[in-house]
Nanobody, 115 residues
């Protein structure tokens, strides 16, 4: 499984941004897909995860300002970020959890929230 992330960039406080993560490769069952983020000088934190059945989990710091969704036919996950604040500035990395295999990570994409 390979992951291709896209959608990062510069956004003003209060703005919105969508991150995409597309999984490709052999026909492997993917149990979960999601996003983590790491801000400078801080520990990595879980942002959101969606299971193959559509169950979602959101981290405390983003709950209510983030929506994760999945296009099953494209094996693509979308992370919609709303009402962004400077504290959301971080490198966002997507992951996929193949069935009975190790977690796979995509390359990080930088989100900068600044006026």
């Amino acid at each position: 499984v390979q992951l291709q992330a896209s959608g990062g960039g510069l956004v003003q406080p209060g703005g919105s941004l969508r991150l995409d993560c597309a999984a490709s490769g052999s026909n492997v069952r993917i149990v979960n897909m999601g996003w983590f983020r790491q801000a400078p000088g801080k520990q990595r934190e879980q942002v959101a995860t969606i299971s193959e059945r559509g169950a979602t989990y959101y981290g405390d710091s983003v709950r209510g300002r983030v929506t994760i969704s999945k296009e099953y036919e494209k094996n693509t996950v979308h992370l919609q970020l709303y009402n962004l604040v400077p504290e959301d500035t971080a490198v966002y990395s997507c992951h996929a959890d193949p069935y009975r295999k190790h977690r796979v990570w995509g390359q990080g994409t930088l989100v900068t929230v600044s006026s």
